[in-house]
């Protein structure tokens, strides 16, 4: 079972770590040998370079190269007890980091086995089960470190996923309003361009200009993503940056819809002054319900209720459809981008069917608290 997440054990470790084996080993040994030939301290001779070889696999195959690691260092154990199985802990430290804890086990077991069988062949109990808790110590550590480093790795995903689904979202607050209306006035300029010319060329101005304001529109949201938003305009084609939205553009964009064939009218109530953060969101949620009520609805009316009073925004899209708000549900990105912006800004947001028809979306959004 896999946890998503590669350690990876560098060549230059696997040079110090089999380095330092045998500078290790090989000092105990000569401390304990006396610097006197015997056949014990040849095969010693020979277990420390294995166990030198066991280290730098231990990247590439770590569990065939612990497993030699462990038996060497038992094989030096029994020959000359003063060696310890502390080499072997580190091994058994590097394997739990390098595979999930869900495999570890076995080495964790071979590990006691290695380290306390030659303790407890020489009767010594006390001393076994100090290597046993040292080897339960050394495999918590490789665990906890690998568990670190994969839950950073599972940030850094979730971060990218949550990145994506934000630009998604945002894109589609961008577009899909501009496109539904291009579409619909493209459609309906089609309908009657033999039968009223001049009509039918109306409705492709106003279609190019809907296409102008989305450019606009994405390229200011690029360079936000960028990071680049105070920048000029890098297109060489003079185009300005079209100003954030406010609450007085809502007359600006009925009329858009009511020339797309969605009759609009916007309500005002209070005269209080909203912050620009607050307005920019109130915006694009009425923008946003609007939009799923001419794409879904197959409504022919609409009202939007502005009320600037006390300490709160609250808008109010009602449409006279036939259930249509369903769709927009469904649709996941409209109404998960509506609800999110209004808890940005601190507010809340409720949509659903009318109890006599119709779909309505109202937000609510303080006015303190924001830019």
């Not at 200009?209 to 690029?222: D, I, P, S, T, V």
């Not at 858009?256 to 909203?274: H, I, K, P, Y």
């Amino acid at each position: 079972m896999s946890d998503g997440y590669t350690a990876r054990f560098p060549q230059r470790l696997r040079v110090l770590f089999a380095v330092a084996s045998v500078v290790v080993s090989g000092s105990i040994l000569v401390f304990t040998a006396k610097a006197s030939y015997s056949p014990a301290a040849a095969v010693a001779v020979v277990l420390i370079a294995v166990q030198a070889a066991g280290f730098w696999w231990l990247g590439g195959r770590p569990a065939p190269a612990a497993t030699v690691v462990l038996a060497a260092g038992a094989g030096m154990q029994v020959l000359y007890p003063v060696f310890g199985p502390g080499l072997a802990f580190v091994a058994l430290c590097t394997y739990a980091w390098l595979r999930p804890a869900a495999r570890t086990w076995w080495i964790l077991a071979a590990a006691v086995a290695a380290a306390s069988g030659p303790a407890v062949a020489r009767g010594r109990w006390d001393l076994a089960g100090l290597w046993a808790g040292a080897a339960l110590l050394a495999w918590s550590w490789g665990a906890w470190a690998r568990a670190r480093g994969a839950r950073r790795v599972a940030e850094r995903r979730r971060a990218v996923l949550e990145e994506r689904a934000r630009i998604a979202r945002e894109l589609h607050d961008v577009l899909s309003h501009t496109v539904s209306v291009m579409v619909v006035q493209a459609a309906a300029a089609d309908d009657i361009f033999d039968l009223d010319p001049v009509r039918a060329r109306e409705g492709l101005r106003r279609t190019e200009q809907a296409g102008r304001e989305a450019l606009a529109e994405l390229r200011h949201f690029l360079r936000t993503v960028r990071g680049d938003e105070d920048k000029g305009d890098e297109d060489g084609d003079g185009a300005a940056d079209e100003p954030q939205p406010r609450l007085s553009d809502l007359d600006r964009l009925a009329a858009t819809m009511r020339e797309s064939g969605l009759d609009v009218s916007v309500v005002w109530e209070g005269d209080g002054a909203a912050p620009a953060g607050v307005q920019v969101g109130a915006y694009r949620i009425v923008r946003e319900a609007l939009t799923n009520t001419l794409r879904h609805a197959g409504a022919s009316r609409a009202e939007v209720l502005v009320r600037v009073a006390g300490d709160e925004v609250m808008v109010r899209v009602r449409d006279d459809g036939a259930g249509g708000g369903g769709s927009a549900v469904k649709d996941g990105h409209g109404l998960l981008g509506m609800r999110e912006r209004a808890g940005l800004l601190g507010g809340s947001l409720r949509a659903g069917r009318r109890p006599d028809g119709g779909f309505e979306v109202e937000a609510h959004l303080p006015l303190r608290g924001t830019p």
